[in-house]
């Protein structure tokens, strides 16, 4: 809420959590896991990690608006330009955890679940999460014109010592 200094923004990047829950569950349902302590770890830290992508997302997004930008084309500019840093984060992500899933190591079988969650709900959750945020922010954010205004120091003194006067 600070760094945006909105309810909206947050309450828009909160809707790319359930998608990520979605992926993580759909994932132990294909690999015949089941719910634990361990995969529950998982999923709190798939929260954290996909919220990122709609941070990256709205912020940008809202960048562009405050420079003048039309809120429309500040979408599709946010989608191309930062859909490859959503997608490498992601990916060294997934890649980072393969081990964990494919090792026979010991402990891994206890670690196994938490590493699918966070897999199975990055991989569906970015990609769902490219399309709906944006859409989200389209519906949710209504302001017309998010421009800075430009204050002037100087005007501003003028403006005191006129009203003084």
Known sequence: VVQFQSLVSPFIIMFSIPLAFTGGFIALLLTGQ?????????????????????????????????AGVSKHEAIISSGKTRVRPI????????????????????????????????IGGLVYGTLLTLFVVPCIYD????????????????SMIEEAMDEKE
Request: no cysteine; proline share 2%; net charge neutral.
């Open 87 to 118: 997608l490498m984060t992601a990916l060294t992500t997934v890649l980072g955890l393969i081990p964990m899933v494919a090792g026979s190591s010991m402990g891994t079988d206890m670690t196994r679940p938490m590493a699918i969650v966070t």
């Open 34 to 66: 089941e719910v634990n302590v361990l995969a529950m770890l998982g999923f709190i830290m798939l929260a954290g990690l996909i919220v990122n992508n709609g941070i990256v997302l709205i912020d940008y997004i809202n960048q562009a608006r405050k």
């Open 139 to 154: 519906l949710l954010n209504r302001k017309k014109d998010m421009r800075e205004k430009i204050v002037d120091e100087e």
